[in-house]
């Protein structure tokens, strides 16, 4: 089975602090994705990368960055978290090519900026 | 723009009845679509997957179906249980791209 796993599941951070949230995948897939979903907006794109230090902007990378190091390892980074950054993030994975295969996603991380 | 719209957004039916949830999107320049299910406060779990050559796939008790010149998806699930319960969501990915575009989901309740 598929295995997308994200480090923390509930995160509370204050305004200004440096979020960092990690995603790994044990199935050797090259495309990796970041996700935020919110009530009544739904999945938004935030990054993605097809390749080890390859990455493209989705929807919504402002406030975001993020590194991809390692192929099985995702990370995404709130440079400086903002109250509008509580959010729901889900991470993805999906063998490569031009085109995105069957997307497997990870339990989610819950982040709660104060 | 690819849109995907989810109808209904919520229902609610007695255990044992077979429902349909439908999907439509605009673009059918699509690579597949999929269908997730997602419980609350929880990540998605992958259902279904149809690549834009197929018609359906099935597994278990579940049946999707794609018509890609009319731009719907349907997701069957015969006899329904209380353990169905949970967001259903369509996402199509667009052909020649990484972008996939999510439907706003069905709320499903299937009462005992």
């Known amino acids: 089975d598929v295995k997308v796993t994200q480090s923390s599941r509930y995160l509370v951070k204050r305004t200004g602090e440096k979020v960092f949230l990690e995603c790994v995948q044990d199935m050797d897939h090259e495309n990796m994705f970041w996700y935020r979903q919110d009530p009544g907006l739904g999945l938004r794109l935030i990054y993605f990368?097809?390749?080890?230090?390859?990455?493209e902007k989705g929807d919504i990378p402002e406030g975001y960055s993020v590194s991809r190091e390692k192929k099985e390892r995702f990370s995404l980074i709130l440079e400086s978290a903002s109250t509008n950054q509580t959010s729901m993030y889900l991470c993805?994975?999906?063998?490569?090519?031009?085109?995105?295969?069957?997307?497997?996603f990870g339990e989610g991380s819950r982040l709660t900026v104060l | 723009k690819q849109e995907v719209t989810q109808i209904p957004a919520a229902l609610s039916v007695p255990e044992g009845e077979n429902l349909v949830l439908n999907c439509s999107f605009t673009?059918?320049?699509?690579?597949?679509l999929q269908w997730f299910r997602q419980d609350p406060g929880k990540g998605l779990t992958s259902l279904l997957l149809?690549?834009?050559?197929?018609r359906e796939q099935t597994s278990g008790r579940l049946n999707a179906s794609l018509d890609k010149s009319s731009g719907r998806s349907t997701l069957y699930i015969a006899a329904s249980q209380p353990g169905d319960s949970a967001t259903y969501l369509c996402a199509v990915s667009r052909l020649g791209g990484f972008k996939t575009i999510f439907g706003a989901g069905t709320r499903l309740f299937v009462k005992a």
């Open positions: 993805a994975s999906s063998f490569g090519g031009r085109n995105t295969g069957e997307l497997f």
């Open positions: 990368s097809y390749d080890v230090k390859m990455k």
């Open positions: 149809i690549q834009s050559s197929q």
């Open positions: 673009d059918s320049a699509i690579y597949n």
